[in-house]
């Protein structure tokens, strides 16, 4: 062969595989969900149901209307193997109408991530830490340290120094029955004078006044009043009682601690009412 025929060989061999090339529209990889834009005109196309053996796999993305019974369609696609596909087998105007010679050919290419000639052997990943390594883990420790040595101590400082709550002094208001106990234990001893039950009737009647509706009245009006009700009268009545009777026939303590049994849950007032 001359060489002006061996030149015609190769352009014609160039010029054939670069129109190869250019027929093929979009180029993926397995697994890799590849994408194709395709202006049709004419009937809808539909994705063809695909079958579980099936080595691409197709489905129909946006869809533009362009007018004039123009349409922009976007083909997504996903194979199993690589190789090269018409997407055209995976289309269809609908049910049992395959598109066939209707379009031009759609074809993709599909590439492995592989190379041909490998067997599906595993390889170790290459060690990567490298020489200095170590050492730089060395000092990153070591600068770790030595950040955390003056935080923590600032915190402990911190601790050390905050201020100290005030103590809580709870201070113990008397019940009305606590003021009431030495005078009634001193009534039954017999040892209560004049001065204490003015006292006790002060403090009954700083109870009893609201209750039984005597603000307006004056202390002895008052105390009368008290003295002969029923209920608030009980204590004031029995306390006299006791000033009256021999030692022998003094109340015991139980009796006392019934007689004051209303009182353990009443606050005694601040100051003793003298009433006017």
């Known amino acids: 062969m001359s060489l002006f025929g061996r030149i015609l060989m190769v352009i014609l061999i160039l010029a054939g595989a670069a ?73 269809q105007f609908g049910p049992e109408q395959p598109v066939g010679d209707a379009l031009e050919p759609i074809l993709v290419r599909v590439d492995s991530l592989l190379p041909e000639d490998h067997q599906g052997d595993l390889e170790a990943i290459p060690d990567l830490e490298g020489p200095g390594a170590g050492g730089f883990d060395t000092i990153f420790r070591v600068v770790l340290v030595l950040w955390l040595i003056p935080a923590l101590a600032w915190a402990l400082w911190k601790w050390r120094t905050r201020p100290r709550p005030e103590p809580v002094v709870v201070e113990h208001v008397p019940t009305l029955a606590e003021r009431l106990q030495p005078l009634i234990d001193a009534a039954r001893q017999g040892e209560l004078d004049l001065a204490g039950q003015a006292q006790l009737e002060r403090l009954l009647l700083s109870y009893w006044r609201e209750r039984l509706g005597l603000e307006g009245q004056p202390q002895a009006a008052a105390v009368r009043t008290m003295r002969a009700h029923e209920e608030a009268g009980e204590l004031l009545r029995t306390v006299e009682a006791w000033l009256h009777r021999p030692d022998s026939e003094r109340a015991s303590p139980e009796e006392v601690d019934a007689l004051l049994k209303r009182y353990r849950s009443v606050a005694a007032p601040p100051t003793e009412d003298r009433g006017p």
């Open 19 to 91: 129109a190869a090339q250019e027929e093929v529209q979009t180029r993926t990889t397995i697994g890799i969900e590849g994408r194709v834009y395709l202006e049709h005109e004419g009937r809808p196309l539909q994705a063809v149901e695909a079958r579980e053996d099936a080595l691409l796999l197709l489905r129909i993305g946006e869809v533009e209307d362009l007018g004039d019974n123009r349409q922009r369609v976007e083909l997504l696609f996903l194979a199993r193997r690589a190789g090269d596909f018409d997407l055209r087998d995976a289309l």
